[in-house]
């Protein structure tokens, strides 16, 4: 008992900042000023581009946690990818839907074969497979293995992703900000609401994946730790009387 509430009360000052950052970083973007092509939907970046990145990211962190896990197997190097894995898929799948509602009134379609939504698809994928493969076989540190293994391979698609819009003629907009060679095209305003979502969505991803890890650490603590012996039943003496 004591040790689950050290580790509460180790997690618990990251949970104020990380929600006073994600209700502070909506504010820049709904008073930074509106693109002048794109008009109102431009908004939409302050919340998809963070969730793009948070899912690099995330993905980076199966990845290291994948290596680290086949190199010198721990279990918490398992449960770091599988919360981070988890965490992929969510904002991958939401970078996704914010895109779609972003490109319907821009390009007018929901969807398209763009290189970059093919690569971002194939990354949802990629984090999907990671959580998948633990179930595919009835030994945990078995499937633990071939999930650090489908992390590691599954990489690949990050960069690809990324760079996707300028190996390929594309219908999706260059990168604004990691664009090479280091030149930043967004104004001052935009920007400052850009760095406001991407930090907010940092500290509400490190907190989530924290409270993850240690959900699935007090999960596995009971398999963990061998059952005590039960006493041997002492023999009730009767008195005759």
Same mark, same amino acid.
């Given at each position: 008992?004591?040790?689950?509430?050290?580790?509460?009360?180790?997690?618990?000052?990251?949970?104020?900042?990380?929600?006073?950052?994600?209700?502070?970083?909506?504010?820049?973007?709904?008073?930074?000023?509106?693109?002048?092509?794109?008009?109102?939907?431009?908004?939409?970046?302050?919340?998809?581009?963070?969730?793009?990145?948070?899912?690099?990211?995330?993905?980076?962190?199966?990845?290291?946690?994948?290596?680290?896990?086949?190199?010198?197997?721990?279990?918490?190097? $398992?449960?770091?990818?599988? /919360? &981070?894995?988890?965490? =992929?898929? @969510?904002?991958? +799948? *939401?970078?996704? %839907?914010?895109?779609?509602?972003?490109?319907?009134?821009?390009?007018?379609?929901?969807?398209?074969?763009?290189?970059?939504?093919?690569?971002?698809?194939?990354?949802?994928?990629?984090?999907?497979?990671?959580?998948?493969?633990?179930?595919?076989?009835?030994?945990?540190?078995?499937?633990?293995?071939?999930?650090?293994?489908?992390?590691?391979?599954?990489?690949?698609?990050?960069?690809?992703?990324?760079?996707?819009?300028?190996?390929?003629?594309?219908?999706?907009?260059?990168?604004?900000?990691?664009?090479?060679?280091?030149?930043?095209?967004? $104004?001052?305003?935009?920007? /400052? &609401?850009?760095?406001? =979502?991407? @930090?907010?969505? +940092? *500290?509400?991803? %490190?907190?989530?994946?924290?409270?993850?890890?240690?959900?699935?650490?007090?999960?596995?603590?009971?398999?963990?730790?061998?059952?005590?012996?039960?006493?041997?039943?002492?023999?009730?003496?009767?008195?005759?009387?």
């Amino acid at each position: 008992m004591g040790d689950r509430l050290r580790r509460a009360g180790a997690r618990r000052p990251l949970g104020p900042y990380a929600v006073a950052a994600a209700a502070l970083g909506l504010l820049p973007g709904l008073a930074a000023p509106a693109d002048a092509v794109q008009g109102e939907p431009q908004r939409l970046m302050y919340v998809h581009v963070p969730a793009a990145w948070t899912a690099y990211a995330a993905l980076t962190v199966v990845m290291v946690a994948g290596v680290v896990h086949l190199v010198r197997p721990r279990p918490v190097w $398992d449960r770091v990818g599988q /919360a &981070a894995a988890e965490l =992929g898929a @969510a904002m991958t +799948a *939401l970078a996704v %839907a914010l895109g779609m509602l972003w490109g319907r009134p821009v390009w007018g379609v929901w969807w398209t074969w763009d290189p970059r939504l093919v690569a971002t698809l194939a990354m949802l994928l990629v984090a999907l497979t990671c959580l998948s493969v633990r179930s595919w076989w009835e030994d945990p540190a078995r499937g633990g293995r071939w999930a650090a293994v489908a992390g590691v391979a599954g990489f690949a698609v990050v960069p690809v992703t990324h760079f996707s819009v300028l190996w390929w003629r594309t219908l999706h907009q260059p990168p604004s900000i990691l664009r090479p060679p280091a030149h930043v095209p967004v $104004d001052p305003p935009m920007l /400052a &609401a850009l760095a406001a =979502g991407v @930090a907010a969505f +940092a *500290l509400l991803s %490190a907190w989530a994946v924290v409270l993850r890890v240690h959900a699935l650490t007090a999960r596995a603590e009971p398999r963990d730790v061998p059952p005590a012996s039960t006493p041997a039943c002492e023999p009730v003496l009767e008195t005759v009387g």
